[in-house]
């Protein structure tokens, strides 16, 4: 099992609301990732944060935004949910000392009505 | 679009016997992983094969990898009940640390 922790487990959500996920990186790592997984699918990456910027982000709308904070914790967030964002949202923490392994938690899902 | 592809899509076996998933990729890479994830929650490392290696070992697992073919594959041997669960080949490609690529997965299905 990881260090790394995610909330809600579960969300529920309607169409055209925003939603906040929240993520704690394992200790000592400075990096967090977000990848959105799809029911049958692997992960996507949507962007990733380092010492609180974003370093990288992948084919996602603007709607979707992110914030790290000093203790390497961070947020995703969505605006104007659609369908198509329920998903399962997973947050992987990563520090250069860790060997290029990403440490996933355990995800929060999804489900936009 | 994915970058990797596993094969196939759902494996099915006996206990004790070996599982073989396979994983093709598109673009030149610095390093290959596979993850295992459970049930649809977080996924866990399983292990790291780099660009110039063609062969690691990590207990039941082995990986191999054939850059010329960019392919990849996954054995466990003697495989358990617990084994059960989806595996992802993951590639990265750019210059984006931690950024990762992944395929659709291997579903496995381990009988007692």
């Known amino acids: 099992e990881t260090g790394v922790t995610q909330s809600p487990t579960h969300l529920i959500k309607t169409r055209g609301q925003q939603v906040t996920l929240r993520c704690s990186s394992q200790?000592?790592?400075?990096?967090v990732s977000w990848y959105q997984q799809a029911l049958g699918q692997g992960p996507q990456f949507i962007f990733q944060?380092?010492?609180?910027?974003?370093?990288g982000r992948g084919n996602f709308p603007p709607r979707f935004s992110g914030l790290q904070f000093p203790n390497y914790s961070s947020e995703l967030n969505v605006n104007a949910l659609e369908l198509d964002d329920s998903a399962l949202y997973l947050c992987?923490?990563?520090?250069?000392?860790?060997?290029?392994?990403?440490?996933f938690g355990s995800g929060t899902q999804l489900s936009v009505l | 679009s994915q970058q990797g592809e596993e094969d196939p899509q759902a494996l099915s076996i006996q206990e004790g016997e070996n599982a073989t998933m396979n994983c093709s990729y598109k673009t030149s890479i610095n390093n290959l992983q596979w993850y295992r994830q459970n049930s649809g929650r977080g996924l866990v490392h399983l292990i790291l094969?780099?660009?110039?290696?063609r062969e690691k070992h990590s207990g039941r697992l082995r990986v191999t990898l054939d850059t010329s073919k960019k392919s990849s594959s996954l054995l466990i041997t003697a495989s358990r009940a617990a084994d059960t669960a989806s595996y992802f080949c993951?590639?990265?490609?750019?210059?984006?640390?931690?950024?990762?690529?992944f395929g659709r997965g291997t579903q496995l299905t381990v009988w007692p």
């Open positions: 993951a590639t990265d490609i750019g210059s984006t640390l931690g950024r990762l690529y």
């Open positions: 094969i780099r660009s110039n290696e």
């Open positions: 944060y380092y010492r609180e910027e974003e370093n």
């Open positions: 200790s000592g790592h400075n990096t």
């Open positions: 992987a923490s990563y520090s250069r000392g860790s060997g290029e392994k990403l440490f």
